[in-house]
């Protein structure tokens, strides 16, 4: 037997009798390791002769590969063992009380959810919803945006690599106002629907998280005015936030799917550091805090879903849910929403039992 043979026989028994990753690891490094014994008879090939060459080689080489093997396979046979080993020590004591397992909450973004359908519900709208995963015909171009609208590069999209099979783009949804064009598409008019749901943009910072939550408002009937729109918003708000003494502010703005637009802007005061809605933004002590862009559908967006402009009109909005939920329940930091850190959701969080009802209060917490 030649030498190599010898000490291949002799590694492989050693691995065969490894009983543990750490031993099996040294002998990987003995062997195959940069400085182990067939990386250095390998290297010992390049100052051979040709002829020298093709006699050493193929021992050196099926001794690598038959180590190499064992070692595979050896390591694969320890961590089961490792594993079935855990698996009999772990165990699961299932008669501990259910007291002392953590208890789930229902997430105030959520509950806000379910707080603005019962609302909108009261107020006539039924609730639709559409994909995160959109194109951008849905996204942009319905809604006025064709491909060389400025707007579309202002939306932070994260796009898909793949298209559709009408060669549109695929993207995640950087608004709920696609669900607008399909409803109306699907439809048609009169329609009164809310759409909350998950929106995405590139952004992140204390304000701003690249998944977020908006509510999408769209009426569409006929004779419908700006008037109508803010009715509905200050209702809105009002069962919302329960109190009478909200203060609406429409300021002027621009959306390429409404026309005119307006933003929406709440009267607030800071009451110990924290903001509480109601009263006029301009009185003493109050300010004025934007809550989401609205305004009167666009007709070109009417006739891209195949509805006469002359016929019906309809005002539509897009709030920010998370913010609204901020200013109702309290809380300053946005990414605190999306950390799933439970001391945060045990404070900040529901029971299953709160539904929110107009008859007991979409607030009130038990
Ligand atoms: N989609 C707009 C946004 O996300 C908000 C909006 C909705 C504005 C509906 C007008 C009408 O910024």
């Known amino acids: ?165 009408e060669g549109r783009e695929v993207l995640l949804r950087t608004h709920t106002s696609p669900v607008q064009i399909r409803s109306m598409l699907a439809q048609g008019a009169p329609i009164r629907i809310i759409a909350p749901g998950r929106v995405y943009r590139s952004d992140s910072d204390a304000t701003h998280t690249p998944m977020f939550h908006q509510v999408e408002g769209l009426v569409i009937d006929k004779d419908i ?32 799917f409404t026309e005119p637009s307006v933003e929406v802007d709440v009267g607030y005061s800071n009451e110990g550091g924290r903001r509480v809605v109601g009263g006029h933004g301009d009185a003493p002590g109050h300010a004025w805090m934007e809550i989401g862009g609205s305004g009167m559908v666009n007709a070109r967006v009417l006739e891209f879903v195949g509805l006469d402009p002359a016929e019906y009109q309809g005002f539509a909005f897009g709030l920010g849910i998370d913010r609204i939920a901020m200013l109702k329940y309290g809380m300053n930091d946005l990414r605190a929403f999306f950390d799933g850190d439970g001391r945060w959701l045990a404070h900040y969080g529901f029971s299953p039992f709160d539904q929110p009802t107009l008859s007991v209060g979409v607030g009130a917490k038990a």
């Open 225 to 256: 005015h700006l008037g109508h729109l803010k009715w509905t918003l200050e209702t809105f708000f009002k069962a919302f936030f329960e109190r009478e003494d909200i203060v609406l502010r429409l300021r002027p703005s621009y959306f390429p």
């Open 1 to 165: 037997m030649t030498d190599i043979t010898i000490q291949t026989q002799a590694a492989l028994a050693a691995i065969a009798a490894a009983d543990s990753l750490d031993a099996l690891e040294a002998l990987r490094l003995d062997t195959l390791g940069k400085k182990g014994w067939v990386s250095l008879a390998l290297k010992t090939l390049g100052g051979m002769s040709p002829d020298e060459r093709t006699a050493a080689a193929p021992a050196i080489q099926s001794a690598r590969a038959a180590i190499a093997e064992a070692l595979d396979a050896k390591k694969a046979a320890l961590e089961t063992a490792e594993l079935d080993a855990r698996l009999a020590r772990e165990t699961v004591d299932l008669t501990l009380p259910a007291q002392a397992a953590p208890k789930g909450s229902v997430h105030p973004v959520s509950q806000v959810m379910d707080e603005l359908a019962e609302i909108f519900a009261d107020l006539g709208f039924a609730v639709a919803t559409g994909p995160e995963i959109e194109d951008d015909w849905h996204n942009f171009t319905a809604l006025n945006m064709d491909e060389t609208h400025p707007a579309r590069a202002m939306h932070d999209t994260f796009y898909f690599p793949d298209k559709t099979s």
